[in-house]
């Protein structure tokens, strides 16, 4: 009886995983976006401060690719390795923390309609909070990280003009879109 207790729950975690791989797939697209966003950074600012404007939009097409070929390059591999991960990574947790019961009652939830409409709105959400909050902190966060960026150039030893040397820093519009 135990065993078949075990082969149960050992079906709903497998279920429960298999109704996850989009979120394991966006967290490997995640990962693989942040791992160049400094690169992409850097670039875009060097584009603006030391590539003459007559060059940048070829020069900045050119990054762009390669951006999207590194992109295209490494997300199937990450993708990949978090879907083969995900069972023995997850599995233990939630055989731990979950009993055959709750594991049902999770997996009703996450295929309930109610649950698919929260789901579709949470970036709504997300995106509604993130735009006040910029909006209310932009005055208070724009001159700190004005100094930030004066500040570290002069760390750096890099010039700094006044601060009109390097390209101005801005508190993001909004944050990264979820995929």
Do not use: C, H
Not at 38 to 54: H, K, R
Not at 90 to 112: G, H, M, R, V, Y
């Amino acid at each position: 009886m135990a065993a078949m207790a075990q082969d149960n729950k050992a079906a709903l975690i497998k279920q429960f995983i298999d109704i996850q791989r989009p979120g394991i797939e966006s967290l490997a697209r995640g990962l693989v976006e942040q791992s160049s966003a400094p690169i992409a950074q850097a670039g875009s600012q060097y584009l603006q401060t030391q590539v003459p404007e007559a060059k940048r939009e070829s020069a900045a097409k050119a990054a762009d690719a390669e951006l999207k070929k590194y992109f295209d390059d490494a997300y199937p591999v990450v993708r990949d390795k978090a879907v083969q991960l995900a069972p023995g990574a997850l599995t233990p947790l939630l055989e731990q923390n979950f009993s055959e019961d709750e594991l049902k009652q999770l997996l009703a939830w996450i295929n309930s309609p109610l649950s698919k409409k929260y789901q579709d709105l949470n970036p709504k959400m997300q995106t509604a909070l993130t735009e006040k909050l910029v909006a209310e902190t932009r005055g208070s966060i724009e001159p700190k990280m004005r100094a930030l960026d004066t500040n570290v150039a002069k760390a750096l030893g890099a010039p700094t003009d006044g601060g009109q040397g390097s390209a101005p820093a801005k508190a993001p519009a909004k944050a990264p879109a979820k995929k």
